[in-house]
């Protein structure tokens, strides 16, 4: 058995260095950044030489104005298409203020009830809808009421009934508003969220108090803050639980004024004596003053923290040469080795087991693995990993993610088990200096980490260049007898599996194989583990079917004798084997080597494009996700999941402009959330098709890509 790495515990989303950019201005002294989104694009306003414009800052370009030049602008929110939720107010009448969503490059759209008065655009999300304060005349009565904008649908009053003032604040992907209602005569806030079809759901913070909630993530999670004796306190709260009191114990007030995905909130705490710093909350970590996480000789005073989003970048204002400035800090991640690497197969070997050194990860916790002391002969130089991760959870598991270590943790996910069961999943994941991984896991759960190769700089030595194929069918035992087909596996029997193919285009010059995995049980299935054939089978798994279902897994295994791989099964069950690509010496144009990137989220239907129906494809253009992937990308490393609406046959990734292949991606007959990691090549305008058999959400998250 291979010896087992010592693993550390971490602290999660521990705060980090940050670069500062000057946003500078448009022309006046002072500007001020509210908002952010993925691409990192800022919206705000800025002091002119007449007066306040809204803008949009994207990195390189600058500043650019939007807006009526007439008015006085200001930007509240962006989508993470661009669009901005925009106010604008009269320079001769400032009582007078219009919400509207600005889309790029020059369109407004006007936000108002029929017969309204005015209306503020406080946030916007990324299908477009809005939220803020509206104001109509009912009944000869002058009604203030926070409201959700909806395209194509126009707005809808979301507290009709009352004749308080609320006002929405923040909004997120799933059409949820949070916001306060406010009692003028006894100076009294409620905070409330919305949900669609169900209305307000109203929360304080502690005891009755005072509460301001000024936004909300897709995960239902609020920040605000609250009034508690003299002070303003920042508050998180989730459904369901008690607000947190995250300012309790400092001097001053603080207020939370954003939220990500991540649950990292940012806004800004007040001094004794009214000094305002801009600060970064984590569970875990609390309240930081980000003025100690930037270089000490950068010169600014940061005063406010607005917006952050799910990548970690922040926006607000500070202080920086005597004038307020708007700014952008990004996390000086711990950096990872981008440049060209080839591939190193190694017998399969598990490096880490949580059930043999303990202790499990705790739920919301994460943990450190090294990766290289892990007793399986991986080098220093070691670029990426590729690994087998599996999950042996103690309760349910909403998700397990691994990245490299010391870097913040990417809004992505490795894999879900939502129902409890044991589940793997293939991930190559860029190594950071020190040859270590760090995983988080959102409940308690073991984890076991398997290594069938690693990746290093191109520099010669035995390593070896991917060659992308369309998806194709290898070998299918419910098929008639023969090499690549029938019988199926016997329980406790290995069978030994020739995957050089004319049909697919695998010469038998390959060192190794990306394989898809898939096995049809005829019951519960303990494990199957793939090896490279004449080799003793090693300690390791390639996937998992306790439950019996039909259940994909893809993985690198290397070539062994005869060019062939050996499977074994605990369990009777019928194999598919679907091949994407393979590894053999540096040769000519099509050599492609990885280069590792920042896990990243791509693409998530469900905030974006609405569910795949079922029995229809669809483009997803990779290039344009916003993770890195460059137009000489030939071939994406990708990890999917599914969100079915019910059972699903299956799913299949492949090249954009090609026919179907006969292969897939993963399997969902249960209907539970599935994921599944897939080397995918780029179609036209790399591009790629996904098809599925039924109606199911799409999450794609990119760790790297291959290119010449």
């Not at 949900?195 to 301001?212: H, K, V």
């Not at 000024?214 to 609020?222: E, L, P, S, T």
């Not at 599996?390 to 879900?416: C, K, Q």
Request: net charge negative; charged share 10%.
């Amino acid at each position: 058995m291979a010896a087992l790495s010592v693993s550390m515990a971490i602290c999660d989303a521990q705060p980090r260095t940050y670069t500062v950019t000057d946003l500078g201005t448009l022309g006046g002294p002072t500007s001020h950044g509210l908002a952010i989104n993925n691409s990192g694009q800022v919206t705000g306003f800025s002091a002119t030489d007449g007066g306040s414009r809204a803008f949009v800052y994207n990195a390189g370009q600058g500043m650019t104005p939007v807006g009526d030049p007439a008015f006085m602008t200001s930007g509240r929110g962006i989508n993470n298409r661009g669009q901005v939720a925009l106010n604008s107010v009269s320079s001769s009448d400032v009582l007078t203020n219009h919400g509207s969503v600005f889309t790029p490059p020059n369109q407004a759209t006007a936000l108002q009830f029929p017969g309204g008065v005015m209306s503020t655009a406080n946030a916007i999300n990324n299908a477009g809808q809005l939220t803020g304060l509206a104001q109509t005349i009912v009944d000869g009565r002058q009604v203030n009421h926070a409201y959700l904008y909806t395209p194509g649908t126009g707005m809808v009053d979301l507290d009709p009934l009352s004749s308080l003032i609320s006002i929405g604040f923040g909004i997120n992907n799933f059409g949820q508003v949070t916001g306060s209602r406010y009692d003028a005569a006894n100076q009294q806030a409620t905070a409330f969220v919305s949900a669609p079809g169900r209305g307000l759901t109203f929360f304080t913070a502690d005891n009755g108090a005072s509460t301001i909630a000024q936004a909300i993530n897709d995960f239902g999670q609020v920040a605000g803050y609250f009034q508690t004796g003299l002070n303003l306190h920042a508050f998180v709260y989730t459904s369901g639980s008690a607000a947190v009191d995250i300012g309790a114990g400092r001097p001053g007030d603080s207020r939370a004024l954003s939220i990500n995905n991540l649950g990292q909130v940012v806004g800004f705490t007040t001094s004794s004596f009214g000094e305002p710093s801009a600060f970064l909350y984590s569970e875990g970590t609390g309240i930081v003053d980000l003025n100690t996480h930037i270089p000490p000789n950068s010169g600014w005073r940061l005063t406010s923290a607005d917006a952050i989003n799910d990548q970690g970048q922040i926006t607000g204002a500070g202080i920086i040469n005597g004038q307020t400035h708007a700014f952008v800090l990004t996390p000086a991640d711990v950096p990872i080795y981008t440049g060209p690497s080839r591939f190193v197969p190694v017998t399969p070997c598990r490096v880490v087991d949580t059930r043999l050194t303990g202790p499990a990860i705790g739920g919301g916790s994460a943990r450190r693995f090294p990766l290289i002391s892990g007793g399986c002969n991986l080098p220093f130089e070691a670029t990426a990993f590729s690994l087998n991760v599996t999950v042996v959870p103690h309760e349910p598991l909403g998700y397990m993610t691994i990245w490299p270590s010391g870097g913040t943790r990417p809004f992505v996910s490795t894999l879900n088990s939502t129902d409890g069961r044991i589940k793997a999943n293939a991930a190559i994941v860029p190594s950071s200096p020190g040859g270590a991984v760090d995983v988080f896991a959102s409940n308690t759960t073991d984890v076991v980490l398997d290594v069938n190769g690693y990746f290093l700089p191109v520099v010669g030595g035995e390593n070896y260049s991917f060659y992308p194929v369309t998806p194709c069918r290898v070998a299918d035992t419910r098929l008639g007898a023969g090499s690549i087909g029938g019988p199926a596996l016997n329980a406790g029997e290995s069978r030994t599996f020739s995957l050089t193919s004319p049909f697919c285009n695998i010469p038998a010059t390959a060192k190794a194989y990306s394989v898809n995995f898939t096995v049809v049980p005829s019951g519960p299935l303990g494990y199957l583990t793939a090896w490279p054939s004449g080799s003793p089978r090693p300690f390791v798994s390639t996937l998992n079917a306790p439950t019996g279902a039909i259940t994909a897994n893809a993985a690198i295994v290397p070539a062994g004798a005869n060019a062939a791989v050996d499977v074994f099964a605990t369990n009777a069950t019928d194999l598919i084997l679907d091949v994407n690509g393979y590894f053999a010496p540096p040769s000519g144009t099509q050599a492609m080597s990885f280069y590792s990137l920042q896990p990243c989220r791509v693409t998530d239907t469900r905030l974006q494009g609405g569910a795949l129906n079922g029995g229809q494809q669809r483009e997803f253009a990779i290039r344009s996700g916003g993770c890195g992937a460059p137009a000489s990308a030939a071939a994406y490393s990708l990890n999917a999941t599914v969100v079915p609406r019910g059972s699903l046959s299956f799913l299949t990734l492949w090249p954009f402009g090609q026919f179907l292949p006969r292969a897939s991606t993963l399997n969902a007959f249960d209907g539970a959330i599935t994921s599944n990691a897939a080397i995918v090549p780029a179609g036209a305008n790399g591009s790629i098709f996904a098809y599925a058999t039924a109606t199911t959400d799409l999450i794609l998250d990119m760790n790297g890509y291959f290119a010449p």
